[in-house]
């Protein structure tokens, strides 16, 4: 199943300056028994989301009408603990294409590329830079351009480059996942092939 194609992203954003963001707070353990993608934006920082009794936390920034957009700028060191995917399922199924923050673990970043969601390493310095903005107007928007690997600030105009894997950078340019990748190369493996054959 192809992923959605991603080129340019402007949108506000909900900040969330917190460390050590773990999957297990993006998604609890006991909603993992599902073996498909859908539903699992609801229940995406569940125990942060909600009280015992079930009631949105009034304190939580997803329950804060004032916030909202296509990007999460996080804390650092966002997505560590256990290596599960459905935490990129989760924010994808929320509505969410990117993510900020100024380190990610390694496996999650993995994760999110294969599920459409890119995450945008910055600087400690520039992620400040953002938190500001949005502390000062929570309409503040960010622009992610991802063919000149670029995410700009857009009511200052500050802006800072990002590195992304350079198969995974096309794969979302094109609107490809892994599978998608191989078959728009049908042509190409067949012909190495029929080389390969006389050889």
Same mark, same amino acid.
């Given at each position: 199943?192809?992923?959605?194609?991603?080129?340019?992203?402007?949108?506000?954003?909900?900040?969330?300056?917190?460390? #050590?963001?773990?999957?297990?707070?993006?998604?609890?353990?006991? %909603? !993992?028994?599902?073996?498909? =993608?859908?539903?699992?934006? $609801?229940?995406?920082?569940?125990?942060?989301?909600?009280?015992?009794?079930?009631?949105?936390?009034?304190?939580?920034?997803?329950?804060?009408?004032?916030?909202?957009?296509?990007?999460?700028?996080?804390?650092?060191?966002?997505?560590?603990?256990?290596?599960?995917?459905?935490?990129?399922?989760?924010?994808?199924?929320?509505?969410?294409?990117?993510?900020?923050?100024?380190?990610?673990?390694?496996?999650?970043?993995?994760?999110?590329?294969? #599920?459409?969601?890119?995450?945008?390493?910055?600087?400690?310095? %520039? !992620?400040?830079?953002?938190? =500001?903005?949005?502390?000062? $107007?929570?309409?503040?928007?960010?622009?992610?351009?991802?063919?000149?690997?670029?995410?700009?600030?857009?009511?200052?105009?500050?802006?800072?480059?990002?590195?992304?894997?350079?198969?995974?950078?096309?794969?979302?340019?094109?609107?490809?996942?892994?599978?998608?990748?191989?078959?728009?190369?049908?042509?190409?493996?067949?012909?190495?092939?029929?080389?390969?054959?006389?050889?």
């Amino acid at each position: 199943m192809s992923i959605d194609k991603f080129v340019t992203l402007n949108s506000t954003v909900v900040p969330l300056p917190i460390e #050590n963001v773990d999957t297990d707070q993006i998604i609890p353990a006991r %909603f !993992l028994k599902a073996t498909t =993608k859908e539903g699992f934006g $609801d229940n995406l920082f569940f125990d942060w989301r909600y009280d015992k009794a079930g009631q949105p936390k009034a304190d939580f920034v997803l329950n804060n009408p004032k916030y909202s957009g296509q990007i999460i700028v996080a804390g650092k060191n966002f997505g560590s603990g256990s290596s599960r995917e459905h935490a990129a399922w989760a924010i994808a199924g929320y509505g969410f294409k990117a993510v900020v923050s100024s380190f990610f673990a390694d496996i999650f970043r993995g994760n999110s590329l294969n #599920n459409g969601v890119l995450p945008v390493q910055v600087s400690d310095a %520039f !992620l400040a830079k953002i938190f =500001k903005a949005v502390d000062a $107007d929570a309409t503040a928007e960010l622009t992610i351009n991802l063919e000149k690997q670029t995410i700009t600030i857009v009511a200052t105009g500050e802006s800072e480059s990002f590195e992304i894997n350079a198969y995974k950078k096309s794969c979302l340019l094109n609107e490809y996942d892994d599978i998608d990748y191989l078959i728009n190369l049908k042509d190409e493996i067949e012909a190495w092939e029929k080389q390969a054959i006389r050889f």
